[in-house]
């Protein structure tokens, strides 16, 4: 198969962010903690993919860092130090969720059918033809929405932290979709920005864990008004 | 000369950072704090002296960029800086000597006292809107550890809040700049500045202007949870309550004007793309809406660090109302406000530090007869409470009253006797608590006497600034907010 043949790469790239669509209604269904990250690892790895279907398709090379420190960092480095987390606190792996699975799947059925009406009015702008993958941007669109909705619905610390990931693969997506992409330097910042959150909410868990013995942020109750 | 500027604004609290992780001698490391959060200070109004003159001032390859409106805000942010960092020292070595504060967390807070300067640096002098989203995460990373600085069970769960809330808006706000950056591929030459503010205004009118309005309401959103408007507003009374005050009044004075930096910007831009009421009715909505928000909870608070806190939402929204408003009068009155909103939130967080000091608690239904402990405190207390409620003679009434007439005068007279009624309301719940914390007797336990003397003088400066921009204000500070108003005219 000819990679750099332009057909070949817009049909891989279709397929892919089906696949990443595809992990973020897994997270949705999924009940167990361990399995929530391992979607997530797969899922970057997937948008790793199709950074590189990206550059190889349409010589837009200098994304070809941001594709490779997508899959070292978000599918590597980020699932690593979570799954730590995880071992380290031996954190009931059970997730308890204020919606049914059943209905946060509608839910999110919806609202990839939302997204794709907000990406369609994106797209109906002048110079909609800016990139050949713009189609891509119902499913970046649909991505932050759903890791909004993990956010809101799954009250666990980590399955927050999942839930923001989500959202922050979206907003790659689409800044990949309608622009080939940020700007290198812009990227990188953007990658450390992220890593550095996750340590830093990784620690906070830790902490969270010590001090109320358990890790849902049902417990965080005691700032109100 | 520019490359210097820069260099020194940027270069000083990176200096500072290293210089603070490498030692770990108290002496040291407030020493290095207080060198470089000082002249970060002067270097801000060299800056601003130059801009003056030169109207814009940008590095040669275009990364960094400093016109009036950004130069105004380094100087408030150095300066509520500088000011942080001379109370720290007393405050901190007073909880060193009660026990309540290890020499690793002095380390730690000096070490991010200067990250935390470098990275709002990194916001107001960034060319490039990537880089402005990128400074603007790292400041929650940055403060992240200062909120959860005394390790209670209550300030880990204000810092996890607030550390997912604002990452939150602010991955909104990164598809706002992207949606910014595309609509902007086309018009501009090269894409490698289609991403800078300063080619992007120079394209303004060609952008597409159905797309820059979407990205607006993205933007709004993630800058907005970071300067705290409503609804997005639900981090702040926790981060602001558990914060140690100094911190507190760093974020309430420095990072919400940087927030409220990268909204003006946007704003500028869709005023000159799309032109016409629609950024502006969506200011003057958020502004109310933010002002109303803070009302209730102001009147039913129990904290008065938190209540400090939905005074600061409050007064966000009356900067946003009055930039939604959009005539040079009404910008004056915001950029105004904003100066004046930061010198009374530092005073009033510092003197919430020393009431805290004294009494070992910030819950107000304990503090009582504060006249009687600490007189000079407590005066500074009730006096600095009057000039953030919006009282003559202190600056806040001017630029509130500015506001005022900006809004009759535009026609918009129902949002200003909105305006004016939440004012008056949220004045009345402020002097009532206020005045049970100051009068009355102090319980026995509490001893009498100042908590830290050595810090007082930093409060009579901040009041006397208030009490001066009430009476008149200074005709370099008058041109150097009319370059601002430019700035914002687009």
């Not at chain 1, 994106?122 to 990139?131: E, G």
């Not at chain 1, 622009?179 to 959150?197: C, K, S, W």
């Not at chain 2, 000083?12 to 950072?17: A, K, S």
């Not at chain 2, 880089?131 to 200062?146: K, M, N, V």
Request: positive net charge; glycine residues 8%.
């Amino acid at each position: 198969m000819d990679l750099t043949n332009i057909q070949t790469a817009e049909l891989l790239i279709d397929i892919f962010a089906a696949a990443i669509l595809v992990t973020a209604f897994l997270i949705v269904s999924s009940r167990s903690l361990v399995f929530y990250i391992r979607l997530f690892a797969l899922q970057s790895f997937f948008l790793g993919v199709v950074a590189l279907l990206v550059v190889l398709g349409y010589g837009e090379t200098h994304i070809l860092i941001a594709a490779v420190l997508t899959i070292a960092i978000k599918a590597i480095a980020i699932p690593v130090v979570l799954t730590r987390v995880i071992e380290r606190i031996h954190v009931q792996k059970e997730i308890r969720f204020s919606i049914s699975i059943t209905a946060s799947l509608l839910l999110c059925g919806g609202i990839v059918i939302l997204a794709d009406s907000v990406a369609q009015s994106i797209l109906r702008s002048p110079h909609a033809d800016a990139t050949a993958v713009s189609r891509v941007l119902s499913v970046s669109i649909a991505m932050m929405l759903i890791g909004l909705f993990i956010m809101m619905t799954r009250r666990k610390a980590l399955t927050q932290i999942v839930g923001l990931l989500t959202m922050e693969n979206g907003v790659f997506l689409s800044g990949l979709s309608i622009t080939y992409g940020m700007p290198l330097i812009v990227e990188i910042g953007i990658f450390f920005d992220i890593l550095v959150a996750v340590l830093i909410l990784g620690v906070f868990v830790f902490r969270i864990n010590k001090t109320f013995e358990s890790i849902s942020i049902d417990s965080l109750r005691s700032l109100r008004h | 000369m520019s490359t210097i500027i820069f260099g020194l604004l940027l270069g000083l609290p990176v200096v500072g950072t290293i210089l603070c992780a490498v030692f770990h001698h108290r002496k040291v490391l407030e020493a290095v704090t207080l060198t470089s959060t000082g002249l970060t200070f002067l270097s801000a109004l060299w800056l601003v002296s130059t801009v003056m003159q030169v109207t814009v001032l940008s590095s040669e390859e275009g990364w960094w960029y400093a016109d009036g409106l950004s130069a105004y805000i380094i100087v408030i942010v150095s300066g509520s800086a500088l000011i942080v960092a001379l109370y720290s020292t007393g405050y901190l070595r007073r909880q060193i000597r009660d026990g309540n504060v290890t020499t690793r967390q002095l380390w730690l807070y000096y070490l991010l006292l200067n990250v935390f300067l470098f990275t709002m640096m990194l916001v107001l002098l960034s060319n490039n809107l990537g880089f402005l989203w990128i400074g603007s995460e790292a400041t929650t990373l940055a403060t992240a550890f200062l909120v959860a600085f005394y390790e209670r069970e209550r300030s880990i769960e204000a810092a996890w809040k607030y550390v997912i809330i604002c990452s939150v808006g602010i991955a909104l706000a990164l598809f706002g700049i992207i949606l910014t950056y595309y609509s902007a591929l086309d018009v501009v030459p090269s894409s490698g500045s289609a991403l800078n503010w300063s080619s992007l205004m120079l394209v303004a009118k060609d952008l597409d202007p159905a797309v820059l309005k979407l990205a607006f309401v993205f933007v709004l959103v993630g800058f907005g949870t970071k300067a705290g408007l409503a609804p997005m507003h639900t981090w702040k009374p926790d981060a602001y309550g558990e914060a140690p005050a100094p911190i507190s009044a760093l974020m309430a004075a420095g990072l919400v004007n940087v927030a409220l930096y990268s909204l003006m910007r946007f704003y500028i831009l869709v005023n000159t793309a799309a032109g016409g009421s629609f950024a502006s009715t969506l200011f003057i909505v958020f502004g109310l809406v933010s002002m109303g928000v803070a009302l209730p909870f102001i009147l039913i608070q129990k904290d008065f660090k938190r209540l400090l806190a939905y005074s600061s939402v409050e007064h966000v929204g009356i900067i946003v109302f009055a930039l939604g408003i959009g005539t040079p009068l009404a910008y004056f009155g915001a950029l105004l406000h904003l100066l004046n909103n930061a010198i009374a939130k530092t005073l009033l967080f510092l003197t919430a530090g020393n009431v805290r000091l004294a009494y070992k608690s910030k819950f107000m239904l304990k503090v009582t007869g504060a006249i009687k402990v600490m007189p000079v405190s407590a005066t500074f207390l009730i006096v600095g409470v009057f000039a953030i409620t919006g009282w003559p003679p202190f600056g806040v009434f001017i630029s509130e009253f500015t506001i005022m007439s900006a809004a009759f005068s535009e026609g918009y007279a129902v949002p200003a006797v909105l305006f004016i009624g939440i004012v008056a309301a949220i004045f009345v719940g402020f002097i009532y608590y206020t005045a049970r914390m100051v009068f009355g007797e102090p319980s026995r336990s509490v001893k009498a006497g100042e908590a830290d003397a050595s810090t007082l003088w930093l409060l009579g400066v901040l009041l006397a600034g208030l009490l001066l921009l009430g009476i008149y204000i200074p005709s370099p500070l008058q041109q150097c907010i009319q370059s601002a108003v430019h700035v914002l005219k687009g």
